[in-house]
């Protein structure tokens, strides 16, 4: 009986918000757009919850989590290219950084504390926690380094680094994929894998992950739309807007996943999706647009601006720090909020 | 015997001190005043240790700790309170400095190291010294932003942001103690609570607490007030007198204590006295100061010159490197004291 | 016979290079001088592996690491003195910061990489790791600070600041040496000493020992003359040589000594040869050489450049990161080539 309501909801507010995007105003103005864009991407980050959940019964928590985190980037990934060739070099920086910042800081303190209200203390394989803060420095510095030199080369030379840069880092990326998946895979598995019941097969299971991942996709994008006249109307800066309000929006797969795995005390799966979204688009998708940029003929370059740097180095450290004794509690989500909420305020006052 | 002894001498050499501050030149010369001053600090700080052990008799290491530390900070908030008052925002913030590091490296330092020549090794909960960490991080990046966006900054956004910044410290901070006073007390406790003998009854001693913080206040006050005069005729900043001389004395109730405890192989209370310390000066008594401010009229921001941000930010690392094993020995006392007297040197220098 | 065969290549192609040398041009230009010195290089610096294990099988792995480190370190020295004496502070400093990262990234990446494709994990004392973490910090903080410092200072200041911390950081270093070879030598140690068979008796150990570094020593210097004529033909910069090609080449000793023991699965001798011999470089041959340019008559500061800085405070964090667990794999190896490689181009482009 519930699960048809939910159903129906889900079905019938994401088709009426994309009807409410094609046909727009007079019709729908912003306002209603943007309150059914809201409602829908509920219901969606939802169904995505209970697919990524289903996927991570079958192949475990850091698959699961990993699938989760890879189709929710696919999305920004795409969003992205079209921004990269129009030029956009400075709103994708943003998004990049809002949405590494956003996983990092929003995504997993709302993971650890709602998890730790439930739950005195949650646990996830503390070799995984080592590496990834690993991981974190290795981002950290990439983007450091070239923001450093950049200040005495010219600008050939810093799209000379910045294409190397993001060649070494796409490489490196691949490896600690053949690494946590083929090589050290069950050192970096959780050690109790509970066995809770599937809601679907295991292949419905996966095809309802990418369904969920494509219509959290399209909402998303549907919502963003609405945010941009927003924040025209109450006179947000382009960065504020970049790196806060789309982030968060764009983040609404991660969101919903990590906290639902929280919930039922699956912190490993948790962990994976919001602390490996943010190395996935550090280490992969913003070197891939790099390379990108170069086919279309106008290279973007890996040089942030220091409140961008500031804010991905700050939200790294504390997430590092957090996480590197492989276990949570409430007071740690808090933490991780409180800085969130310092660098949006910073952010918005710029 | 010894117990009458050292009562003449605490008493006798405090009201004499009491006596040269207010009566003054030409009877008591400003050397004459420190020497007595000097006198009776030693005195009331072995008095403070003592009624400090007491009272962690009773209540449990880290209480114990976190309430000498809250009396020591008591005591410097309300002449910083004067500080602000008169607008002199320069001098609170080196003095807030000067204690933040003189806490984490002067105090911690010397209790580790003098500790250590007792016990090869030294022990405290490992889960605190992890908390304590994340805490000193937050700290710091609640200096770093404001610092790093004040340049692009009007003063009025500057001291907006300062203002917002302080009460998200002050929740947190609160929210901290909730954290380790009552949901995870005992997660946090140190193992193995050795029960020594108390020299005085549960109330005498929490009694005893508060009467020998107040001499320590008042004898540092005295002691401050000769130390200006010194300085002058040296030819010392105001940076160093503040973030040094007036620190080293200010702190003088945390020392006797933390080395006190540290001699008893009681680590925890002498990490809480130094750390906690530390954090309820970043995390409490700064962002109070600023709300304070703000009622007096005169906004003071959390903008710390770069020297103050690069001291107070080693201090961290340093301290988090060193403690974040939950175990201590003679050599990292020597570090931390190290790095202090690096600091020390360079801000007599500037 | 396989034996002999290397003694023959040993000191024939050590003679041969020692003859190019001082030959020279017409009769071995620059290129066949080059060839010849890394073919020797390679013979010796596979004597003084061998040297270090039968040592090492003697005095247990942490001794044998540091003897490998400092007879190594003892030839960076002697050259650095000359250049001091002529005033070349430039290349001094360069070629500190290269030797620093080429032995935290170049010469712990490839050992662990190497040994990581052997043994699924390597363990090391967990205590030394954290120890060696706190010491590569104080390193960063005793260059951070003049370098903040220095600012503001006069050069006279300056100086001071620099004469000052050296000898600070040396006193430092020789309680660290008493700390970890007297006071707490067990504490220290690697749990298992694994007892191989040795190659020759303690005392031809210790000979050979300091026979191999010396022959290194020599063939270095060979080999760094030819390299500059090299740089010089190809357009490299003083900075990128200094701190990239004859770091390498210097610490050739440190590279095939820790590479072998890594393959040996004696990984707490490759991290004391490559983090310990980083360590003796920022925190006593550095300061040494200050306190030697005072007695030459012209004082050599502490204040490094901005990208130098940078390098040894990326390396020691991605170090720290990497080697704090006390276990290393593959992966890591990667992580820490990684980020040498992306120095090196940043390096190569300035």
Chains 1, 2, 3 share one sequence.
Not at 118 to 139: R, T
Not at 191 to 210: D, R
Request: glycine letters at 8%.
């Amino acid at each position: 009986m519930k699960r048809y309501g939910f159903t129906i909801g889900l079905i019938g507010s994401f088709l009426l918000s994309g009807v409410a995007h094609y046909v727009g105003a007079p019709v729908f103005n912003s306002t209603v757009q943007f309150i059914i864009a809201a409602i829908a991407i509920i219901f969606v980050a939802g169904f995505l919850g209970k697919a990524t959940e289903s996927v991570a019964h079958y192949a475990g928590e850091r698959l699961g989590g990993f699938l989760n985190a890879t189709f929710g980037n696919a999305a920004e990934l795409i969003i992205a290219i079209f921004l990269v060739k129009d030029g956009l070099f400075e709103v994708v920086k943003a998004s990049i950084t809002g949405s590494i910042i956003g996983n990092m800081l929003l995504v997993l303190g709302l993971s650890v504390l709602l998890g730790g209200l439930k739950y005195k203390e949650q646990h996830f394989n503390i070799k995984l926690a080592g590496h990834n803060a690993s991981l974190m420095l290795l981002a950290v510095i990439a983007l450091f380094v070239p923001a450093t030199f950049a200040r005495s080369f010219t600008t050939h030379e810093t799209a000379n680094l910045s294409v190397i840069v993001s060649v070494i880092l796409i490489v490196a990326y691949l490896l600690w994929l053949f690494f946590s998946m083929v090589t050290h895979k069950n050192e970096l598995a959780d050690e109790v894998v509970e066995q809770g019941e599937a809601a679907w097969s295991k292949g419905t299971s996966i095809l309802f992950l990418v369904v969920a991942t494509a219509m959290v996709a399209f909402d998303s994008e549907w919502l963003v739309s609405t945010l941009e006249s927003f924040s025209h109307q109450y006179g947000l800066s382009e960065l504020f807007v970049g790196a806060f309000l789309i982030a968060i929006v764009g983040n609404a797969a991660e969101h919903s996943a990590a906290v639902m795995m929280a919930r039922k005390n699956k912190m490993g799966a948790a962990v994976e999706i919001a602390i490996g979204s943010s190395l996935q688009i550090s280490l992969f998708v913003a070197p891939l647009l790099v390379l990108l940029s170069l086919i279309f003929g106008n290279t973007m370059d890996l040089v942030f601006s220091n409140f961008e740097i500031v804010a991905i180095a700050v939200a790294a450290f504390i997430a590092k720090s957090i996480s590197q004794d492989g276990s949570t509690n409430w007071f740690e989500g808090v933490l991780l909020l409180v800085v969130y909420l310092i660098l949006g305020i910073a952010f918005f006052l710029v």
